[in-house]
């Protein structure tokens, strides 16, 4: 995939994302221009054929995308053989820019621009024909159809939001909600801290139920995996700070280990059961399926490890190790859950590399791939947002984090790189989304004037299926982009960071 022309700002050079002014190089790379908006002198670059390249390469097969240069020069002549003159010129130039019908994307709605960013609280879903943000000051769901506000739940005065459900189901979302505590005060309040599970209607914005939670301590702070949804339950971890000491025992607020994950009926509300934590062991994050529950458990001191329970009645079925070569701890590894079924934990640093290493596991607990950071950057991978990083058929889809501008895909039974399409030193990929045998690409061409592109693969082989421009900025970072959603045929990223919600794009 090639741009044409220089994405920058006003001037020569301007560096994308604090890249090098003029004649500074993407990550290093002797690449002129290279800005986010604006314009500068033009790089191009590609297979002269515009063709598709197969190799080896760092494991898996490899796939350089065609020439978007050559393509649109393609779409240029024939226009130039129907039309001649400079009406020809004239379609060539808009297709190289996203603007000629069939090979560009057009916006068709946005929302309105938050004010600011949020720490904590963030997610985003859709249901039908809602879309849904989160932040930490309420809940805002959209019309898929128009972008129109349908309906807003926000938490009572002084309260935010501090966590919420990855996913969503049968149109439910959980979100934790509290108030910051005051230091010092004796006893807590008994809404202080993240102290209230919603169950929100994703339709119509209602609070179905809201059940209590016993949180650590009376702050506020940005939670992952405190409640999760499948297989029509509500899962809630309870937490407490000082488990693990011997006279914790019966203090104000203590919560037993054992019964602090809790299951609940995720339309109702009505509790179901309590999962059997393993002696000794403590939760810390939780995730559902249909065929069973896990839930991270700190076991041994400080040794996290993962433990899976009947989704039926709450009965422990396994617990294993993450890693056994070592211990994996809360504070230094930050291990989460991406996904219930199968069996998925991101793990940080356990490694020198500053990249995340993903775990999988079978239905009984064992060990199968493990996607570690490699010294040749296979591997370096982003988990922190769905759009970084998709599970779906059995692998895992991700963007490598060490140049940002490759798209893998590995098996998540033997952690083997099975292809990457390699978009080249002038391109970001800015999110994901997999579905129906494809792999969906936001791009950032940022050595093109001003816009963005879309990237189509196929979800077997990494081949490339389709390509189309935006005419503007899809996003001013990769970090903004938390998920992308599609619905009635248009694509519509869900943003984070005090951006636009959501933008809806459909083909001109």
């Not at 590399?353 to 950071?373: C, E, K, M, N």
């Not at 082989?461 to 998920?483: C, K, L, Y």
């Amino acid at each position: 995939m090639t741009a044409t022309g220089t994405k920058t700002g006003g001037g020569t050079g301007g560096a994308k994302s604090g890249r090098g002014a003029t004649g500074g190089a993407k990550n290093g790379r002797g690449t002129t221009g290279g800005a986010k908006s604006g314009r500068g002198g033009g790089t191009t670059r590609g297979s002269a054929t515009g063709g598709t390249t197969r190799g080896s390469a760092g494991g898996g097969t490899t796939r350089t995308t065609g020439s978007r240069l050559v393509r649109c020069t393609v779409v240029g002549g024939v226009v130039l053989a129907l039309l001649a003159g400079v009406g020809a010129i004239t379609a060539g130039v808009l297709s190289g820019e996203g603007y000629l019908p069939g090979d560009s994307l057009r916006e068709v709605w946005t929302t309105e621009r938050e004010a600011v960013g949020s720490d904590s609280g963030n997610g985003a879903w859709a249901a039908g024909d809602t879309v849904v943000s989160s932040r930490s000051d309420g809940v805002t769901g959209f019309d898929a159809r128009s972008g129109a506000r349908r309906w807003r739940y926000a938490p009572a005065a002084g309260e935010a939001i501090c966590s919420v459900s990855r996913t969503a189901e049968d149109g439910v979302a959980l979100i934790a909600q509290g108030a910051r505590g005051v230091p010092g005060a004796e006893p807590a309040g008994a809404r202080e801290g993240c102290a209230t599970v919603v169950a929100l209607d994703l339709a119509d914005g209602r609070a179905l139920w809201r059940a209590a939670r016993t949180p650590d301590d009376g702050e506020i702070r940005d939670e992952k995996d405190v409640v999760a949804v499948g297989g029509g339950l509500a899962v809630v971890r309870d937490e407490y700070a000082y488990w693990g000491q011997d006279w914790a025992d019966g203090q104000p607020g203590f919560v037993r280990p054992d019964r602090a994950v809790r299951a609940l009926d995720l339309r109702t509300g009505k509790p179901r059961w309590s999962a059997a934590v393993p002696k000794g062991c403590f939760p810390h994050g939780v995730a559902a399926g249909k065929r069973q529950v896990l839930a991270l458990v700190v076991c041994g001191g400080d040794d996290v490890r993962l433990a899976a329970f009947d989704p039926a009645d709450g009965t422990h079925r396994w617990t294993t190790e993450l890693d056994e070569r070592r211990a994996v701890e809360r504070v230094t590894h930050m291990p989460v859950l991406l996904s219930a079924e199968p069996a998925v934990v991101s793990v940080d640093g356990l490694d020198m590399s500053g990249y995340p290493t993903v775990l999988s596991f079978g239905d009984d607990g064992s060990r199968q791939g493990r996607i570690a950071p490699g010294a040749d950057g296979v591997g370096r991978v982003s988990t922190a947002a769905p759009a970084q990083a998709q599970i779906a058929y059995g692998r895992l889809y991700a963007i490598e984090a060490y140049d940002h501008e490759t798209i893998t895909a590995f098996d998540l039974r033997s952690g083997r790189r099975l292809w990457h399409a390699d978009l080249g030193d002038l391109e970001d990929v800015l999110g994901l989304r997999v579905a129906d045998g494809r792999v969906t690409a936001l791009v950032d061409l940022y050595a093109s004037r001003g816009e963005d592109g879309l990237l189509v693969l196929d979800a077997d082989t990494g081949e490339e299926r389709d390509m189309r421009t935006f005419p503007d900025s899809v996003a001013a970072s990769r970090d903004e982009i938390r998920d992308l959603f599609a619905y009635e045929g248009r694509l519509i990223p869900a943003r984070t960071g005090g951006y636009r919600p959501f933008t809806a794009y459909e083909e001109r």
